[in-house]
């Protein structure tokens, strides 16, 4: 499709809904609304959470294809009917009945509504290696990559005591699997924690990881504080999930707070707390991979399609 410019003239239109977010959630809504013949613009600043991944798995029909492909396909898809897509960032929205959303490259359109679907960032442990190799051979969620690293020895790095539920998660996938607590002490894990494990068959290595070794551009180890290597092809991380929520907190979204961050209250359509704006994907959560973004905007789009046809009929009724 074709991308309008940040430095491409576009005025200050108005559009039935301005999507933030140019993800699978984003795209998806997109979609339905341009289907929908609902006039729709979609703002993208080009930076998918799962960027650093080579393929996605899962989504039916999709399964294996990469990311970026994955959104190429999505962008020219909406083109299809009408959506238009810019480059940009909206810095700031505000309401006076209808929304005015600001970019940054200094244009300002009208909306009547808003999906936010502006996703999340991961913000990895800070160990030399793990951000470089992040999406590669340093994985974070098994039922995105487990398959394809499959039965190789995996380790897990600790970034708190729920470590352990990922840790034996991954033994799904290999029967080789080691626990490093990096900064957790031996200490903070129960009881039952150290039974499962056991059960499991993963083994629990205490002390600070200091580095990962890579040979031949490839993970071949982890490294502690003391010295000790421990081989291994491939290493779990949880990163820390940090939504962008700056958008919603200015509308004034009720947020919840969450282990995993605090994300926006909202209905089962993805309705926040703020009448007119919906939010999907990784805005309402740190688990929603794509198949579930996709299936959010899909429902925060129909509903808005409704809502902006009762809005009008009421309107014609009683003006």
Known sequence: MEVVKMNETFGEETYDVVVVGGGAA??????????ARQRTL??????????????MQGYLTRDGMA??????????????????LVRDR?????????FTVALDAGRTVRARRLVVATGLRDELPAVPGVAERFGRDVLHCPFCHGWEVRDQPFGVLASSAMSVHQALMVSQWSKDVTLFLHRVAEEELSEEDLRRLA??????????????EIEDDRLTGVRLADGTAHT??????????????????????????????????????????VPGVWA???????????????????????????????????AAVTG
């Open 90 to 98: 909206v810095t700031d929205v505000t309401r006076d009945g209808d």
């Open 280 to 314: 999907a994907g990784n805005a309402i959560g740190f688990a929603e991979q794509v198949v579930h973004a996709a299936s959010g905007g899909y429902r925060a789009a129909a509903a808005i399609v409704g809502d902006l046809l009762m809005s009008d009929l009421d």
């Open 42 to 55: 979609v703002v993208d600043a080009g930076e998918p959470r799962n960027a650093p991944s080579s393929h």
């Open 67 to 84: 990311p970026a492909e994955f959104l190429a396909l999505g962008r020219e898809e909406i083109a299809r009917y009408g959506v238009r």
């Open 199 to 212: 059960a499991a068959g993963v083994g629990v290595v205490p002390g600070e990881v200091a580095a990962l």
């Open 26 to 35: 984003g795209l998806s809504a997109a979609l339905v609304l341009g289907r």
């Open 232 to 273: 291994r092809s491939v290493l779990f991380v949880a990163p820390r999930p940090v939504p962008r929520t700056g958008l919603l907190e200015r509308l004034g979204a009720e947020l919840t707070e969450t282990p995993f961050g605090a994300y926006p209250v909202v209905d089962p359509t993805g309705l926040t707390t």
